[in-house]
């Protein structure tokens, strides 16, 4: 069965950090593109992070840069994001997604994934910001 599976949510301070895991079984995340997407209550869901499969470029929005990194673990089978500095605005369901096409997108400073035959979402993590 092909699936992701996100982890590592939480409730943390403003100014702390989490640690976002993104685990697939099922396939080989090694020639996907993974995006991490978040979507707060009322509010459209947003892309967060993307790294390619290629070359491991990746984008943030802006929102988030400079206090976020997505990185991969091929050999886990893993994609992480590190949140520092996390602030209220942080809060919201957070989503990891795979494409089959390798690449991503920006639109309007927003990454999003180059959907192509095969897309995968895991479940999501809640992360809460609050003091």
């Known amino acids: 069965q092909v699936q992701l599976v996100e982890s590592g949510g939480g409730l943390v301070q403003p100014g702390g950090s989490l640690r976002l895991s993104c685990a697939a079984s099922g396939f080989t995340l090694d020639y996907y593109a993974i995006g991490w997407f978040r979507q707060a209550p009322g509010k459209e869901r947003e892309g967060v992070a993307c790294?390619?499969?290629?070359?491991?470029?990746?984008y943030y929005a802006d929102s988030v840069k400079g206090r976020f990194t997505i990185s991969r673990d091929n050999a886990k089978n893993t994609v992480y994001l590190q949140m520092n500095s996390l602030k209220p605005e942080d809060t919201a369901e957070y989503y990891c997604a795979a494409s089959d096409t390798g690449t991503y997108t920006v639109v309007a400073g927003t990454p999003e994934l180059d959907w192509g035959y095969l897309e995968v979402w895991g479940q999501g993590t809640l992360v809460t910001v609050s003091s």
């Open positions: 790294i390619s499969s290629n070359d491991g470029s990746t």
